[in-house]
């Protein structure tokens, strides 16, 4: 139990387009899900935090507008970046959690390409 | 704030040698501690959590770990590590109070066959 999946594992798009990642707990309810972006060999660093039916808390230094955060269900979440650049270019992970203070399971990540 | 240190960014062990992953934090209460382990290109996986209770945790593929409050560790230990525990370990720190997991800047094990 607890699986979450993402969708794209990997995507490789052109500088302004738009990127959705989709996150998915596949077998349970997850009223909170969590993205974060990790650079390579570095640690997650969280760039907000969902619930499902209200919007998106960010994290100090994350962009709103660039970052879109929709949760619209409980069992989905998606991470779209807007107007992708090279610098965007990353490891994103989320997580799930049935509710807010409880364990967190993360999907397998996305690997995000700008060029 | 509360803050997560793994002192350790590099440790390498033979197979079948035993295992300890350092882990410290920082938080004034009782915190809700983890770990997970990643394989390189690949999401975490919950090795184990602790809560309250038993201090000494037991979590999947042999991994323990003891929730030390005097010393404000959390370290991860194995008997005897197999060629497949090649990868990189992030302790975490979840605050009851907060919706957040602090992870520590992680432990690249690597295994010498």
């Known amino acids: 139990g607890a699986v979450v999946s993402q969708h794209p594992s990997w995507v490789i798009c052109k500088s302004g387009t738009s990127v959705k990642i989709e996150c998915r707990s596949l077998?349970?309810?997850?009223?909170?899900m969590f993205w974060y972006r990790q650079f390579p060999k570095q640690s997650l660093m969280l760039m907000a935090t969902s619930n499902e039916g209200s919007k998106a808390t960010y994290e100090q230094g994350v962009e709103k507008d660039k970052f879109l955060i929709n949760h619209a269900s409980l069992t989905l979440s998606t991470l779209t970046v807007t107007s992708a650049h090279p610098e965007d270019s990353s490891f994103y992970i989320c997580?799930?959690?049935?509710?807010?203070?409880?364990?967190?399971?993360f999907g397998p990540g996305t690997r995000l390409l700008v060029l | 704030a509360q803050s997560v240190t793994q002192p350790d960014i590099h440790i390498t062990v033979s197979e079948g040698a035993s295992l300890e992953l350092r882990c410290n934090y920082s938080?004034?209460?009782?915190?809700?501690l983890f770990w997970y382990v990643q394989s390189p290109g690949q999401g975490l996986q919950l090795l184990l959590k602790?809560?309250?209770?038993?201090?000494l945790v037991q979590g999947i593929k042999g991994f323990e770990a003891e929730f030390k409050r005097s010393q404000s560790s959390f370290n991860l230990r194995k008997p005897s590590v197999h060629w497949s525990d090649a990868a990189e370990y992030f302790c975490?720190?979840?605050?009851?109070?907060?919706?957040?997991?602090?992870f520590g800047t992680g432990t690249q094990l690597k295994v010498e066959l």
């Open positions: 077998d349970f309810q997850a009223t909170t």
């Open positions: 938080y004034g209460a009782t915190p809700y």
């Open positions: 997580s799930a959690s049935r509710t807010m203070q409880e364990t967190q399971y």
């Open positions: 975490a720190v979840f605050t009851g109070g907060g919706n957040k997991l602090t």
């Open positions: 602790y809560f309250s209770g038993d201090t």
